[in-house]
């Protein structure tokens, strides 16, 4: 072979790839093949992304705001159980909305004109209302020291806030119809019971001032009257049924004679002595060495 054969062989030898080139266009043409299929399958796998995304914000959006709820909610119930004094009887407590009519008059058995019906309510209320207390209740209440305690080791003698209300209203009655429940009454028991019935007035009164009911009263116009009148109210009310089953599940008879004895006078009832006392409340215990002249 002549040197211009093999020059013309060396040029047509040109023409063909080398072995990087054919690689190359291996790869070029391997991208291309595939690249119908990236196109296919890539808005898919962004959506998906996109799915688990938006789906793993929301989920943290709701797990950080029931978060917050739950907080807070735990934080007022902390600081409503800590403004609530210690008692024993606050598992009976369960709210109820009530509608009171405003001119409901004197009706039903607790009021009205003294009567044997009207006397049993009113008994069936007091005949409840001294109660055993635990030893851990009298400590929650910082009030163990000279507390006293039942004969029969069943607990200490007490009583709930709300009964010394209610016997301050029983004893308001009485006092209206003292004609009928003191007849006869000395001028010296005159002035007790005048006495009394103040206290009972204060007490109410602090009473009343406590609580705040904060319900609201409105007005209405009514037909033939000059003045407005007041509507029916809405109210929080603890449910009595259950304060009247906590406390007859506790109730013990604290008239019983020789039941409860005075380390040191002896017992604070004797036969016949308790009859027809609210026991528990210093309906008993006014001082009867009391200025008639002062108080009357």
């Known amino acids: 072979m002549d040197f211009r054969t093999q020059k013309r062989l060396s040029n047509d030898d040109s023409s063909l790839p080398s072995s990087s080139e054919s690689a190359d266009t291996t790869d070029t043409l391997l991208e291309k093949s595939l690249s119908p299929y990236r196109e296919k399958n890539l808005p898919f796998w962004r959506e998906h992304i996109k799915i688990v995304l938006v789906t793993g914000t929301a989920f943290l959006f709701l797990f950080a705001f029931s978060a917050i709820v739950f907080e807070n909610n735990r934080k007022l119930e902390k600081q409503l159980q800590s403004s609530l004094i210690y008692s024993p009887a606050n598992e009976a407590l369960k709210w109820n909305v009530v509608e009171w009519e405003h001119d409901d008059g004197a009706q039903g058995d607790y009021v009205g004109e003294p009567r044997p019906v009207l006397e049993k309510a009113w008994r069936d209320i007091f005949d409840i209302m001294n109660v055993r207390l635990s030893e851990q209740d009298l400590m929650a209440v910082g009030r163990l020291e000279d507390a006293v305690a039942l004969p029969d080791g069943s607990g200490y003698a007490g009583t709930l806030n709300v009964f010394h209300e209610l016997h301050c209203i029983w004893w308001l009655y009485k006092y209206v119809h003292k004609d009928h429940y003191f007849e006869g009454a000395t001028p010296q028991e005159q002035a007790i019971m005048k006495l009394h019935s103040h206290h009972c007035l204060n007490y109410l009164r602090k009473s009343a001032m406590c609580h705040s009911d904060v319900g609201v009263i409105t007005y209405n116009w009514k ?38 004895v005075n380390p040191s006078l002896g017992p604070i009832f004797k036969e016949g002595e308790a009859e027809g006392l609210a026991v528990g409340i210093p309906e008993h215990e006014v001082d009867v060495n009391v200025d008639v002249d002062a108080i009357s």
């Not at 809405?234 to 007859?248: K, L, V």
């Open 223 to 260: 037909q033939g009257s000059l003045k407005p009148k007041a509507t029916a109210t809405t109210h929080q009310c603890a449910d009595w049924s259950h304060i009247t089953q906590w406390s007859s599940s506790r109730s013990f008879n604290m008239t019983k004679p020789g039941y409860i």
